[in-house]
């Protein structure tokens, strides 16, 4: 059993554990296939004329995988990804037996190339084979975090191959590696089995929009539609080209010093087993962190930015008159470098770049990009240095200029690629069709009476806006407001200044957010710097029509800071806590930061890319959630993102408490939850939030003041837990209470009202009533508290008639005490309790009654009116989601009972 801290440190999640093994044990049973492989390859072209068989070898090598490459496209089209993963190995292994059958009867320059071409086709087979598994069973994300670790499985193996090649001293050896190679993938078939049964390789295609901007028609036969394809292909062709070389170089020169094929094998291998145990290192402890720190873009460009420093050191020695000795050192360390860097840095990379592609095309360019362009390089590479075999004193410093052209083509093109692969992940978030008013859609058109900005007497404005409260007249004056354009934003602005009314508010905010002028956005963002979040959120919400603003962008990003601060104080209040009630309300005031956020990146960032980036956080498919986090990473500072990937991530809260106190710095005594909500109030947090936190709350007479704007709150809820937690400091410290109420002489008259009132179920008892009932059963207690208000108690005594059939409908209802018969005439349907409803439908559709409701014995309810809900669902949209994922359950199930067979 692998220790928790181990999966921690390796950026291994619990749940991924099982996974990630099979493919680090499948990686490693195919390195050690393909290293052997190579390794006989080697030795019989070490040992025949390397100057020449060499480049020979690369360019047949090259046309060989090319073709495999194209044979493996087309069952790439025809065969299920599981199907075509056991047929490659399968392949392989019959390939291994062909080698085995070369080195045994084939001792020529011939049968050395032939070998070299099989060790390069299996290399190409095993890669396809192994990343189209991975890069359809991990999604982006876990991409960056376990490409590293499930890749390093094939060094330690690649490092042991490499000792054997120390340990080779005679021809008829090389068959016992290929017999090792043979069992191995062997081994390698068995454990892809494994986890073909633990994962469906699901490789449809999805529905998506059109590219904006794609590859001109005249290439897409070639590399698609994708122009980060394009980019991809010819960059991979350029490096694989830089690496040919740069192996051959190492090669030749290891050969021109040491001559003793033993010696020559053993230095050789020293430094392969060298590359391979710090590229593993790398690979496992830091490639990973990172990739997560330094970001996509600058891991891509440091292979090519840091050999293009080691060709510049080449002419540096060149030039300075360098020993042969130093020379080959320096070969070595070139070697050594690039291929650290290539399979511990840009390998993991570059294959993160396919994931936000559909997966079809996923595959396809994968296969594109290693199965013809990489080969592609090579055959250029080999072309060339055969080319220049005849001139070995001119050859080196040639190869060393059209190395460095290369790599430096090769980081411009990677450099677009990196442009290309934001676009990609844009594209892969973006609906397939936008609508106007949203961001990424049609901007919201002004119209010519707004614009125009006429003349308008301000008691006009005063007149619509006191007609907002009012449901029959709010609409009409709204819409009368917006027509008025910039003659009424002051009036607006006057208003909102003045009112404490927190629905009135969001109704102003609505109101400014359809006037797209520089002065109602002006206003908005005022009300967004008030430290009141609710009014904050008000908002955000209504600037989402505009666009970003450099002028207040030092604003919003302080803002963002406060608002990061929050929510490490929240998940410290969330950590420090058991109470399950404060614990679930803490969740949800988490979730409202995340929102405020959100919305301040929109105001920050293309609000097309953030608004696409929510949605996807918030969708259920996995890839897709993925592929919002990556672009989020891509384009808002490291820090902010990384604070909202621990709120998004599902990991213990001491991690995101730790993340947190990582990124804004650890409080040496973090203020206590509960005192802090009360002493916040409801200009911080949700109602629910402060009345589980003022039942906690141990107030000192110091500190009794804090509750007066409880005690006055227009929330029944907050009221009741205030009242409730005065009486308890009554019965405990009574001289204390009467000591307050001497001091405050207006609690008293409160009090004594407080008594009076005439509801008989309290406000908490009311949203326990809600959170019991199916309908509302998914829907947070804070989101419920804003349907307390609109709860009216009806009762019934027995044989009374609740509703008859073809009654028009608009009200809901949740029994509370008794039972209630729906009948259609004397047949009785169903019978409902406490913790059912009924009549749901009057709250979406005001139709007639399809049956009558009867109370049967003495009946207690509460009744939800539909014009009330309808203002409750305008506010909170989680209400209305809900009960259409009930309503869509019932229909699923009737619809299955109705097709069930007789």
């Known amino acids: 059993m692998i220790p928790t801290t181990w999966y921690r440190s390796l950026g291994i999640r619990p749940d991924e554990g099982k996974t990630v093994w099979l493919f680090f044990l499948h990686n490693f049973l195919l390195g050690i296939g393909t290293i052997l492989v190579y390794v006989s390859a080697n030795v019989i072209l070490l040992e025949n004329n390397p100057e020449r068989s060499l480049p020979l070898a690369y360019g047949v090598a090259a046309l060989a995988m090319m073709a495999v490459g194209k044979v493996y496209t087309h069952f790439e089209h025809h065969l299920l990804l599981q199907q075509l993963a056991v047929r490659v190995l399968l392949a392989v292994v019959v390939l291994t037996g062909v080698l085995g059958v070369l080195v045994y009867a084939g001792h020529s320059v011939a049968a ?57 001293h005679a021809h008829t050896d090389l068959l016992y590696l290929l017999l090792l190679a043979f069992g191995a993938y062997l081994g390698a078939l068995y454990t892809l089995r494994t986890t073909l049964d633990l994962h469906v390789l699901d490789a449809r295609p999805a529905a998506r929009r059109e590219r904006e901007q794609g590859v001109a028609p005249r ?32 090669f030749v020169n290891v050969k021109h010093k040491f001559h003793d094929q033993a010696t020559v094998m053993q230095y050789v291998g020293s430094v392969l087993t060298l590359t391979y145990l710090l590229a593993m290192v790398f690979k496992l402890l830091l490639s990973g ?76 360019a994968h296969t594109l990009a290693k199965g013809f362009y990489e080969p592609l390089g090579m055959a250029l590479t080999g072309l060339l240095l055969f080319g220049l075999h005849d001139s070995p004193a001119f050859s080196q410093i040639v190869s060393f200029i059209w190395m460095g052209l290369l790599m430096a083509g090769a980081l411009y093109f990677l450099h677009r690629t990196y442009g290309h692969y934001l676009a990609e992940l844009q594209h892969a978030l973006s609906r397939r069709f936008t609508f106007e008013g949203e961001p990424g859609g049609a901007p919201t058109r002004l119209s010519a009476e707004a614009a125009a900005s006429p003349a308008v007497e301000p008691e006009l404005v005063k ?88 002028a207040d962008a030092a604003g919003f990003q302080a803002l963002l800071q406060q608002e990061m601060r929050l929510a490490q104080h929240l998940l410290h209040g969330l950590d420090a806590t058991a109470d399950a009630p404060l614990r679930q309300a803490l969740r949800y005031e988490l979730t409202r930061v995340e929102q405020r956020v959100f919305g301040l990146l929109l105001l920050l960032y293309p609000p097309h890319i953030i608004a696409d980036a929510q949605r996807g956080v918030a969708h259920a498919t996995r890839e897709r959630q993925a592929n919002a986090l990556e672009i989020l990473d891509n384009i808002i500072p490291r820090s902010v993102y990384q604070g909202l990937q621990a709120l998004l991530d599902l990991m213990p809260v001491a991690e995101k408490v730790a993340t947190f106190d990582s990124l804004f710095g650890a409080a040496i005594r973090p203020q206590p939850i509960v005192p802090s909500i009360v002493q916040q109030g409801e200009a ?148 409902f309790r406490k913790g059912d409803f009924f009549g749901e439908l009057a709250l979406l559709d005001a139709e007639p009654r399809s049956a009558s409701a009867v109370a049967q014995g003495p009946v207690l309810a509460f009744r939800l009116d539909q014009d009330d809900f309808y203002d409750v669902m305008e506010e909170r949209g989680e209400v209305l989601r809900n009960i259409l994922r009930v309503l869509c359950q019932r229909l699923r199930r009737q619809n299955e009972r109705i097709h069930q067979p007789l």
Not at 234 to 242: H, N, Q
């Open 684 to 831: 911080a947090f949700s109602d629910w939030t402060i009345s589980v936190a003022l039942r906690q709350w141990a107030p000192e007479p110091a500190t009794l003041p804090q509750l007066l704007p409880h005690l006055r709150s227009t929330s029944q809820l907050i009221r009741a837990s205030a009242f409730a937690g005065l009486a308890a400091l009554a019965a405990r410290q009574p001289v204390v209470y009467q000591s307050f109420l001497a001091a405050y002489p207006t609690v008293f008259p409160l009090v004594m009202s407080h008594s009076a009132e005439p509801a008989r179920i309290a406000a908490a008892e009311r949203v326990s009533v809600l959170k019991n009932t199916p309908l509302f059963a998914e829907t947070p207690e804070n989101v419920l508290s804003s349907i307390v208000p609109i709860m009216k108690e009806v009762a019934f005594q027995d044989g009374q008639q609740i509703f008859a059939k073809g009654d028009l409908g608009t009200s809901l209802f949740i029994p509370y005490e008794g039972e209630v018969g729906i009948f259609n005439g004397s047949q009785q349907l169903a019978t």
């Open 289 to 364: 962190q990172a990739l997560e720190r330094v970001g996509v873009r600058r891991m891509l460009l440091a292979l090519p930015v840091l050999v293009l420093g080691g060709i510049g050191l080449f002419y540096g020695l060149w030039f300075g008159g360098a020993g042969e000795g130093t020379l080959l050192l320096y070969f070595c360390g070139l070697y050594l470098g690039l291929e650290v860097l290539r399979r511990a840095v840009f390998d993991p990379v570059f294959l993160v770049l396919f994931q936000p592609l559909p997966a079809p095309e996923r595959l396809q």
């Open 463 to 550: 007149y619509l806006i006191g007609l907002l409260p009012d449901k029959a007249t709010r609409q009409p004056a709204a819409d009368r407001l917006t027509r008025l354009g910039a003659a009424a934003v002051p009036g607006l602005r006057d208003a909102l200044s003045k009112t404490t009314d927190e629905a009135l508010v969001r109704r102003f905010a609505q109101i400014l957010g359809r006037i797209p002028l520089p002065a109602s956005r002006q206003v908005l963002v005022e009300l967004a710097r008030q430290p009141h979040l609710f009014r904050r959120e008000a908002a955000l919400r209504a600037l989402r029509g505009f666009a970003p603003g450099t």
């Open 112 to 168: 050395a190339v032939a070998i070299m071409a099989g060790y390069r086709v299996i290399y190409l087979l095993t890669n396809l084979e192994f990343w189209g598994v991975s890069a359809v069973v991990f999604d982006v994300r876990q991409g960056k975090r376990l490409f590293s670790v499930i890749s390093s499985g094939d060094m330690p193996a690649k490092a042991l191959g490499a000792v054997l090649a120390i340990l080779i």
């Open 219 to 250: 290439l897409q036969q070639w590399f698609g539609n994708s122009r980060m394809v394009l980019a991809i292909c010819l960059s991979m062709t350029a490096i694989a080209a830089v690496t040919t070389g740069v192996e051959y170089t190492f």
